[in-house]
């Protein structure tokens, strides 16, 4: 990882006198409607992409702007009929080494990095003959999406911008004079000022910072991308000198050497976890879609909570490849996930809800499917904190909204590759994200330890189980029936708790049949899914016994058989882990004694 030092109270840098008088921007006064307005008299435009680029250029034009250009940038803007000088005018030098050099010129970058706050700056400008750039508008080499399209390396590496990136810092450094854009998302905000008389130094400070944020994050980008490349490289020298050795080296290669992420701020919240905390939502900079990008359709702002619960709801909902899944999340853990072998959502929605009904009640819900308008029938009785899926019908969208605080997002499929990073004192762990990819993932790779085979039908429930305990909390035990949790036992700090929480939510939360049994009589909402409501329910139903007959799946091994006779105890009649624990032989024993299949995986899904 990379580090760095900080320079002491004794150091040169901080012996510095720190009380100076800031001088103000040398610039003329006259017609400008305050004084600390720059007007826009000369441009730099050199961008890849061209979005908006014409009408931008229009309105420099309109406004009296010369405008300076490279390449095809220049290109664009002559096409249009608008006046354009290249750059090599103002250099004096061609365009050389495959368009490597354009701008990396004293003539361009004097222009622009000159503080005109400094009378002998401006002396200098004009011994040399220069003339200052107000405006540089450039944005980059699309690195990041070629590194996502599968390009080879030296692709890859010819998209590292160099020029743009020098422009974009000389820029922002010298804002106190000259305005930076790296988005077309701002060229609206550029006409606009142009007309008023140029940017105020409020603006081009807020302009300046997005621009060193632009570049810290694209440096981020690329750093990371090479330092993987390196560890890739000397994973493979290693396997190949392995090869060679008659030396087993398998297992997951390190993480890169440096790993940088820049986040974009979205929005800021009402508070974090807790009203005492602030928060605020961001995204990865440069990127779209996930949790943090969806697009709300209808119901308040979302909180902190509705951010984590959501994206442990959207996560488990794709756990299950193309398999129609409804996922039930509250505080991160599921309430209840099912899948319908029909495709029928509304169906895997009633299955999910079912395993924990008292639990939903102030849950999320997540599909990777269309919700129906049968679906929105079931949900709306049901006090729900946000519904995401990738579409909604029409129809449904309109019975949901008569739920004025209800969040309805369109969420795109999950992001499975990359890096989780959870922050510890003093730095990060950082790990590959569990995308339940492994080698033991695959019920073709299991070892059948104990009792008879599973048919088709028992070995479709242990998959479905093996695939959702993943979305528990540590230690997890799941018990599951036809493509539905039954039973869910999680956070427990022994395996035993877990077993005996997922058999005793197993046989007592499914009694009830909605998750508003904590309103009185006069707020129960009626025909929540079951089809009962609170007071019926609380009032004498008889508790399902819904761990007999079912299947289990442990995240990681029993270290005793103790955790294991629960479930045997409870009627469980297969049981999925992965193995591996010193005590596996009395743990196999105990299942073959009591005639319960058991499956080993090698793989674990610790998830903390």
């Given at each position: 990882m990379s580090s760095s030092t900080s320079?002491?109270?004794?150091?040169?840098?901080?012996?510095?006198?720190?009380?100076?008088?800031?001088?103000?921007?040398?610039?003329?006064?006259?017609?400008l409607v305050s004084p600390d307005r720059v007007p826009v008299r000369r441009a730099l435009i050199s961008v890849y992409d061209k979005t908006g680029l014409v009408p931008l250029a229009r309105a420099l034009a309109d406004a009296g702007v010369e405008i300076v250009s490279t390449g095809s940038t220049a290109a664009t803007i002559a096409a249009a009929g608008l006046a354009v000088a290249p750059v090599e005018e103002v250099t004096g030098f061609p365009e050389c080494l495959e368009g490597r050099v354009k701008t990396l010129h004293p003539a361009v970058h004097a222009g622009i990095l000159a503080d005109r706050r400094k009378p002998d700056h401006l002396d200098q400008l004009a011994t040399l003959g220069v003339t200052p750039i107000d405006l540089v508008v450039v944005n980059l080499y699309p690195f990041t999406d070629t590194v996502a399209s599968g390009a080879p390396f030296d692709a890859c590496v010819e998209q590292i911008d160099i020029g743009g990136p020098t422009m974009v810092r000389a820029a922002a450094k010298n804002h106190p004079a000259v305005a930076v854009v790296t988005s077309p998302g701002r060229y609206e905000d550029v006409a606009a000022a142009v007309r008023e008389g140029g940017f105020t130094l409020a603006g081009r400070r807020r302009l300046a910072a997005e621009?060193?944020?632009?570049?810290?994050?694209?440096?981020?980008?690329?750093?990371?991308?090479?330092?993987?490349?390196?560890?890739?490289?000397?994973?493979?020298?290693?396997?190949?000198?392995?090869?060679?050795?008659?030396?087993?080296?398998?297992?997951?290669?390190?993480?890169?050497?440096?790993?940088?992420?820049?986040?974009?701020?979205?929005?800021?919240?009402?508070?974090?976890?807790?009203?005492?905390?602030?928060?605020?939502?961001?995204?990865?900079?440069?990127?779209?879609?996930?949790?943090?990008?969806?697009?709300?359709?209808?119901?308040?702002?979302?909180?902190?909570?509705?951010?984590?619960?959501?994206?442990?709801?959207?996560?488990?909902?794709?756990?299950?490849?193309?398999?129609?899944?409804?996922?039930?999340?509250?505080?991160?853990?599921?309430?209840?996930?099912?899948?319908?072998?029909?495709g029928d959502v509304a169906e895997a929605h009633r299955k999910a809800h079912a395993c924990d009904p008292v639990s939903a009640y102030g849950g999320v819900i997540a599909t990777n499917a269309v919700v129906t308008a049968e679906m929105a029938r079931q949900i709306k009785p049901i006090f729900t904190e946000v519904v995401a899926a990738p579409?909604?019908?029409?129809?449904?969208?309109?019975?949901?909204?008569?739920?004025?605080?209800?969040?309805?997002?369109?969420?795109?499929?999950?992001?499975?590759?990359?890096y989780e990073i959870k922050q510890v004192s003093g730095g990060a762990v950082i790990q590959e994200r569990d995308v339940l990819d492994a080698a033991g993932d695959d019920p073709s790779t299991w070892t059948l330890a104990a009792g008879p085979a599973a048919d088709d039908a028992l070995l479709a429930d242990l998959v479905f189980a093996w695939r959702s305990v993943r979305a528990v909390r540590s230690n997890a035990v799941l018990l599951a029936h036809d493509g539905a949790t039954v039973g869910v036992g999680m956070g427990q700090v022994n395996r035993v708790d877990s077993c005996k929480l997922a058999v005793e939510r197993a046989n007592t939360l499914g009694a009830r049949s909605t998750g508003d049994a904590a309103l009185d009589g006069s707020q129960q909402e009626k025909g929540a899914v079951?089809?009962?409501?609170?007071?019926?329910?609380?009032?004498?139903?008889?508790?399902?016994?819904?761990?007999?007959?079912?299947?289990?799946?442990?995240?990681?091994?029993?270290?005793?058989?103790?955790?294991?006779?629960?479930?045997?105890?409870?009627?469980?009649?297969?049981?999925?882990?992965?193995?591996?624990?010193?005590?596996?032989?009395?743990?196999?024993?105990?299942?073959?004694?009591?005639?319960?299949?058991?499956y080993l995986t090698g793989t674990r899904h610790f998830s903390h």
């Open positions: 320079s002491s109270p004794s150091s040169s840098q901080s012996s510095q006198p720190t009380n100076q008088e800031v001088p103000t921007a040398h610039v003329p006064t006259e017609g621009a060193f944020a632009h570049t810290a994050a694209y440096d981020a980008a690329v750093s990371t991308w090479m330092a993987a490349q390196i560890e890739a490289d000397a994973a493979a020298h290693a396997t190949d000198s392995a090869d060679a050795a008659g030396v087993d080296a398998s297992g997951p290669a390190a993480p890169p050497a440096y790993i940088g992420v820049g986040y974009e701020r979205l929005a800021s919240l009402r508070y974090g976890e807790n009203p005492h905390q602030r928060a605020a939502v961001y995204r990865i900079a440069g990127a779209s879609g996930g949790v943090a990008g969806a697009r709300q359709l209808h119901g308040k702002a979302m909180s902190y909570n509705n951010y984590t619960d959501t994206d442990a709801a959207v996560r488990a909902a794709y756990d299950h490849g193309q398999a129609v899944t409804v996922a039930v999340v509250k505080h991160a853990n599921p309430c209840g996930i099912a899948v319908s072998a029909a579409a909604f019908d029409d129809e449904a969208v309109e019975i949901l909204s008569t739920k004025k605080n209800l969040r309805l997002l369109l969420v795109e499929a999950p992001q499975r590759e990359g079951g089809g009962a409501d609170a007071a019926d329910v609380l009032a004498g139903a008889v508790a399902p016994q819904r761990a007999q007959g079912a299947v289990a799946a442990s995240d990681a091994f029993f270290p005793f058989a103790d955790g294991l006779q629960v479930l045997i105890d409870a009627g469980v009649r297969a049981v999925v882990q992965p193995g591996g624990s010193i005590r596996d032989q009395e743990v196999i024993d105990a299942a073959q004694a009591a005639g319960v299949t058991m």
